[in-house]
């Protein structure tokens, strides 16, 4: 079993549509958990980190179910600049090892 | 705009050649990074520093040898490389190893690699 996994995708969907990514993470003693967006042929950026009381940033909410070791992302109002590849990221407490989902990619078409 | 920076962009070498790529970041971080990615793949970690110190070597051969010779820059010096080593290497930083938003990792935007 890999230890962060992530749903294989891609997705295609229409503007406006309301889009979710999950997660799932198999070492509990995962402390830090990230969503990061990687455009074709450019690094890896932070999306939004992920906390357990859940937080929302514009049309993006994520979430944090440590009971099911479950992470996820909500897009709402999907537009064609979100089509990019989305990374599911954990990390250990203290420690430097990082391990990032296989990502979903999304397309947005118009 | 990333405040890691990385150079080269592009590099393109011979399997015999020696090359280095290169890394900065001012943001004060304590921990920094070199991961290399293969096209639709994630980022696969390959060496931490920590303050200055190697921290993880996820057993990569030989033939990449990191330096780090202060906190503001990492180096990864490249020889004998082979062209199944072709990728985007990926720098990045973070405050340290704690937990919460000071984990938070920033990449630079890469140096395109080709080995041929």
């Known amino acids: 079993r890999k230890e962060v996994e992530q749903d294989p995708g891609p997705f295609n969907v229409p503007e406006g549509a309301t889009v979710a990514f999950n997660c799932t993470y198999s070492n509990s003693a995962s402390q830090s958990f990230f969503w990061y967006r990687q455009d074709c042929r450019k690094e890896p950026k932070l999306l939004m980190s992920v906390y357990s009381s859940g937080n929302e940033d514009g049309r993006f909410t994520a979430q944090l179910n440590r009971a099911s070791q479950y992470i996820s992302l909500l897009i709402r109002d999907s537009k064609l600049s979100d089509s990019a590849t989305y990374l599911c990221?954990?990390?250990?407490?203290?420690?430097?090892?990082?391990?990032f989902g296989a990502g979903t990619r999304l397309f947005v078409k118009a | 705009d990333t405040e890691v920076t990385q150079t080269p962009k592009h590099l393109v070498m011979g399997m015999t050649n020696k090359k280095s790529l290169k890394c900065e970041q001012h943001?004060?971080?304590?921990?920094m990074y070199w991961y290399k990615q293969k096209a639709k793949k994630p980022p696969e970690l390959m060496f931490v520093y920590s303050y200055e110190k190697l921290s993880i070597n996820e057993s990569v051969p030989s033939r990449f040898s990191p330096e780090c010779p202060n906190s503001s820059l990492l180096n990864l010096h490249l020889h004998a490389l082979q062209p199944e080593d072709s990728a985007l290497y990926l720098c990045?930083?973070?405050?340290?190893?704690?937990?919460?938003?000071?984990?938070?990792?920033?990449f630079g935007e890469g140096s395109w690699l080709t080995v041929v």
């Open positions: 943001m004060g971080h304590r921990a």
């Open positions: 990045a930083s973070s405050q340290g190893g704690s937990t919460g938003a000071g984990n938070t990792i920033y």
């Open positions: 990221v954990v990390r250990g407490r203290g420690g430097f090892k990082t391990i």
